[in-house]
């Protein structure tokens, strides 16, 4: 990973640990977290592969497309991909946790996701803004979950 960019985000978590009073070490966490997946899919792309997209129609239908690509699929069957794709990276990037003062525990405001504590960071719950009430976790919040890499208690 280029230093320059360590440098920066170094810079950037110093900037918002005092910003939104989080520590630095949970937020140097999270974008390390953030380069080893970035990385492991760098170097998938750039290795050369066939598509892994199973035909839907045609003769060959129910066989994989097998055309030779730069990534898991071809530029036709990449569409699909990026119709699955998760939180684009740019939203993982602010991953923004701060305090709430209505529960006074830290919270995720875009998901609602509300944390044990500072030491224990895994997600207890959701607030609902309208409400202003914290609900338990329930299991069809576990995808989000893991979209965002919080850990949860299971
Ligand atoms: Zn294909």
Same mark, same amino acid.
Request: hydrophobic share 30%.
């Given at each position: 990973?280029?230093?320059?960019?360590?440098?920066?985000?170094?810079?950037?978590?110093?900037?918002?640990?005092?910003?939104?009073?989080?520590?630095?070490?949970?937020?140097?966490?999270?974008?390390?977290?953030?380069?080893?997946?970035?990385?492991?899919?760098?170097?998938?792309?750039?290795?050369?592969?066939?598509?892994?997209?199973?035909?839907?129609?045609?003769?060959?239908?129910?066989?994989?497309?097998?055309?030779?690509?730069?990534?898991?699929?071809?530029?036709?069957?990449?569409?699909?991909?990026?119709?699955?794709?998760?939180?684009?990276?740019? $939203?993982?990037?602010? +991953? *923004?946790? /701060?305090? %709430?003062?209505?529960?006074?525990? #830290?919270?995720?405001?875009?998901? =609602?996701?509300?944390?044990?504590?500072? $030491?224990?960071?895994? +997600? *207890?719950? /959701?607030? %609902?803004?309208?409400?202003?009430? #914290?609900?338990?976790?329930?299991? =069809?919040?576990?995808?989000?979950?893991?979209?965002?890499?919080?850990?949860?208690?299971?």
């Amino acid at each position: 990973m280029d230093r320059t960019f360590i440098d920066f985000m170094n810079k950037y978590n110093k900037i918002l640990s005092q910003e939104y009073d989080i520590d630095k070490s949970e937020l140097d966490i999270l974008y390390q977290g953030l380069i080893k997946n970035y990385s492991k899919s760098e170097s998938k792309s750039e290795s050369k592969s066939v598509c892994q997209a199973i035909l839907k129609t045609g003769k060959s239908a129910g066989k994989q497309c097998n055309k030779s690509c730069t990534g898991e699929y071809c530029n036709k069957h990449n569409k699909h991909k990026a119709k699955q794709a998760k939180a684009p990276l740019n $939203e993982v990037h602010n +991953v *923004i946790i /701060r305090n %709430n003062p209505h529960i006074n525990k #830290l919270w995720h405001e875009l998901t =609602g996701f509300v944390f044990e504590s500072r $030491e224990n960071m895994h +997600v *207890i719950g /959701r607030f %609902n803004i309208e409400s202003k009430q #914290l609900r338990k976790l329930i299991p =069809g919040d576990i995808p989000l979950c893991k979209q965002w890499r919080f850990k949860h208690e299971s």
